[in-house]
């Protein structure tokens, strides 16, 4: 793939990082209202995915099928390999997003509910924009104390959920869910960090893709380990989790945040958690502990303030 292809392809030009300011309008927030909304959705497909799959299985064929989604639409576009300096980071993507956390939370919902891992991981936004704080202090900007503040009132409301859901003692779902927040609020800091320099659909393009010798790897021990019981609920959730939640609500996502600015998409995704509860009640039918909504709402308003601090 020449760089002088990725320049004239259609589907490049349109991924190009603008120079002048971003247009906002209706067509960018109805695209990054898109995202959040295909990103909600991800725990409920994945335990429909786990109705047929193991745990390892699903995450592997997760990834298999969505690096090889990905391979073709960056063959298609004619987009050329990322520089050696952007590797490490994107190793980085790869190793937290497309690994880490689609298997940390897979084995989690196996024996967690879909409401509570949504709000657990409702702290995912404060876990990101921490550990991004943490890597701007070397470039010497120190976050406020209201942003501190916010984020860890943010991450007692869910300290004290997790508890009280466990009776005081958190299982090794809540330790799974703890390990991916920190995977991914990783994962995605280094992307939002290289997305500075590469089209984000690119930037979780190649993560997907470096990571098909692992999932491939994984597929092909796992599926004759687990048994498979393939019914439409379980192909549906592993399709939907490979081709949305692991690349085209990427897509989606990171053109809405080009047209509207990081600002205004990131207010909507304060929703994402609350949108998650309620799929897990009408398409999963689970009860809705009564300190969920309480807490996500909790985690939405640290999250805001910390929005607010940080500009």
Request: with cysteine; net charge positive.
């Amino acid at each position: 793939m020449r760089a002088q292809d990725s320049a004239t392809h259609p589907l490049a030009v349109a991924a190009r990082p603008a120079t002048a300011p971003a247009p906002t309008g209706a067509p960018g927030t109805v695209l990054a209202a898109l995202g959040v909304l295909s990103f909600s959705f991800s725990f409920p497909a994945t335990a429909w995915a786990l109705t047929g799959f193991g745990p390892w299985t699903a995450t592997g064929l997760r990834g298999l099928l969505a690096g090889l989604l990905a391979a073709l639409c960056l063959t298609a576009a004619r987009v050329p390999l990322p520089e050696r300096r952007h590797w490490p980071g994107l190793l980085v993507v790869s190793a937290g997003c497309v690994l880490g956390f689609p298997l940390l939370t897979t084995l989690a919902l196996r024996t967690s509910s879909t409401a509570h891992s949504a709000v657990v991981i409702g702290l995912l936004p404060l876990a990101t924009a921490a550990v991004a704080a943490l890597r701007s202090r070397r470039d010497g900007r120190r976050p406020s104390r209201l942003f501190w503040g916010a984020a860890l009132a943010g991450a007692v409301a869910v300290l004290g959920f997790t508890l009280l859901q466990s009776h005081g003692r958190p299982g090794p779902a809540d330790l799974c869910l703890g390990a991916a927040l920190l995977v991914c609020a990783a994962g995605y800091a280094e992307g939002g960090r290289i997305s500075r320099e590469l089209p984000g659909w690119q930037v979780i393009g190649w993560a997907v893709v470096a990571a098909l010798p692992v999932t491939a790897l994984t597929t092909a021990l796992a599926l004759p380990a687990e048994p498979v019981h393939l019914g439409a609920k379980a192909a549906a959730g592993l399709l939907y989790t490979a081709a949305v939640s692991q690349f085209g609500g990427f897509v989606v996502w990171y053109r809405g945040m080009a047209l509207i600015g990081v600002p205004r998409a990131s207010q909507l995704q304060l929703a994402q958690p609350l949108v998650t509860l309620v799929w897990s009640v009408l398409l999963l039918g689970e009860d809705l502990p009564a300190a969920a909504p309480v807490t996500a709402v909790v985690v939405l308003l640290c999250i805001a303030f910390t929005q607010r601090a940080r500009a």
